[in-house]
């Protein structure tokens, strides 16, 4: 039900646009008879689309809020686990106790993979990126478990959510240990979700392995930070691939495609080399103007949003975790923190992060509590990719089970030759 109109006036034609609103966040314009009239708006980068209606996720990003489903972020990362958090992204509210055993019975029942898939991974050169292998193996799952694929069955696309939710830590773990050249390790079902991914991650058959609680609430953290994130490029991929009718295990790996570039789930590897790089804090400044030089390409990675126009909700809570894993790994004294909170600094007080309101994100402090914690810098992005299939896969689900679901397809403002005759061979210059 429309709330307000907006008047567009195109060659002295009148159209009657309706405005929405929603509980939260800025009006829409809903602009849908313009094809018809023959006129489409042009928004490249959807700075300005509301690509869908969702009941998931909210970030204000003037001031620096996320709210999963209502509650905000630091409350869920203070007071929740991972899979509750899951719980509340898939079925829209927090589990009660009996739920939530239930819902912990079923995740840790399917967290095996089909044995086959082993010699899937036995394709990939040793030395192939995870995410490579993660894009290619997430993808097969669809031909390991035809049993869920009618997208329009809720029971089976519940299913397709338990087990991706399931077997991410899994396929997760198996790309790192086929890397290093170890034994996978199977999933231990006394365990739970978080300390169960860094067993599979850590351990060897030769030696027993405790993970330290600290760290494990760590990870835990991790995860729930990267859950979702309404409809960044990773998600909206994952909607666009689910609206042809593509099943789910082909839309997150399409997602895990999007997730893995560097101006999105990327930047946390970025963002540690980047401080690697600097080395010292004698070379801020250096890089600081390099980021502020418009010919040159170098931006401070781990800084600015799309969204966000405030400190990131989630870099204040992935700080504190930063400084508690540091504290059990290192003691107080590491150089890479204490280099980042110096950069920090500088650039909240220079003009031009001011002026842009350019502000850490998430992924400024998540490189080095991954590092901190013995992840890899080739597995940061597919931690990312872990924790955002939840959020990927509750989107996926909300927009299937919606019945006025329609194909995604965008069009264009063309500016290619116009209508022109193909001439011969050897008139061709
Ligand atoms: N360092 C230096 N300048 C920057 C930076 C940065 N990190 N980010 C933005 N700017 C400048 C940019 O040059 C532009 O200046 P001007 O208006 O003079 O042309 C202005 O700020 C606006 O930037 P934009 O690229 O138009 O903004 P965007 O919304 O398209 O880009 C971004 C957002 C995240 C891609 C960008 O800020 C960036 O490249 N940051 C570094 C990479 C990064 O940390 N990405 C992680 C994002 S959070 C994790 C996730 O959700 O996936």
């Not at 939260?24 to 006129?39: F, H, R, T």
């Not at 027993?208 to 990870?219: D, G």
């Not at 691939?241 to 101006?263: E, M, Q, R, V, Y």
Request: glycine content about 6%; aromatic content about 10%; some cysteine.
């Amino acid at each position: 039900m429309a709330d307000k109109i907006a008047k567009l006036s195109i060659d002295n034609k009148e159209l009657d646009l309706p405005i929405y609103s929603g509980t939260l966040g800025p009006d829409v314009v809903d602009i849908n008879q313009l094809a018809k009239e023959n006129v489409l708006t042009f928004d490249p980068g959807y700075m300005s689309t509301a690509s869908c209606e969702s009941q998931i996720t909210f970030i204000d990003g003037d001031a620096g809020i996320l709210l999963y489903r209502g509650y905000p972020i630091d409350q869920l990362a203070e007071k929740c686990n991972y899979l509750e958090v899951c719980y509340l992204l898939l079925n829209g509210e927090l589990p009660n106790p009996e739920q939530k055993k239930q819902f912990e019975h079923t995740i840790t029942y399917h967290t095996m993979v089909h044995a086959q898939l082993s010699n899937f991974l036995n394709g990939f050169r040793r030395d192939a990126h995870p995410m490579a292998i993660m894009v290619g193996v997430v993808g097969a799952l669809s031909a390991f478990y035809h049993d869920s694929l009618d997208i329009n069955n809720p029971k089976d696309r519940e299913t397709s959510a338990y087990r991706l939710i399931s077997k991410m830590p899994t396929i997760a773990a198996m790309c790192h240990k086929y890397s290093i050249g170890q034994p996978y390790m199977y999933p231990q079902n006394h365990m739970n979700y978080s300390e169960n991914f860094m067993h599979m991650m850590f351990a060897t058959p030769a030696e027993r392995y405790e993970p330290n609680p600290t760290l494990v609430r760590a990870m835990d953290r991790i995860l729930i930070l990267h859950a979702d994130h309404e409809q960044n490029a990773s998600t909206s991929t994952v909607r666009m691939a689910g609206s042809t009718g593509a099943n789910p295990f082909a839309c997150i790996s399409a997602g895990i495609g999007a997730l893995w570039g560097p101006a999105h789930g990327g930047a946390n590897e970025a963002a540690l080399n980047m401080l690697l790089e600097i080395g010292d804090e004698s070379r801020i400044n250096e890089y600081i103007k390099k980021a502020k030089d418009k010919n040159d390409p170098f931006r401070l990675m781990g800084f600015g949003h799309r969204v966000y126009k405030n400190y990131d909700p989630r870099a204040k809570i992935m700080r504190e975790t930063c400084h508690e894993v540091l504290k059990v790994v290192e003691g107080h004294d590491n150089p890479v923190f204490k280099l980042a909170m110096k950069l920090e600094k500088i650039a909240l007080e220079d003009d031009y992060f001011i002026e842009k309101k350019l502000y850490p994100n998430v992924d400024f402090y998540s490189g080095i509590t991954l590092s901190a914690l013995g992840i890899p810098t080739n597995m940061f992005t597919v931690i990312f990719a872990l924790a955002r299939t939840i959020g990927w896969i509750s989107h996926w689900n909300e927009m299937i089970g919606d019945p006025n679901r329609r194909l995604c397809r965008p069009r264009q403002l063309y500016t290619g030759p116009t209508q022109r005759d193909v001439p011969h061979l050897e008139k061709r210059n």
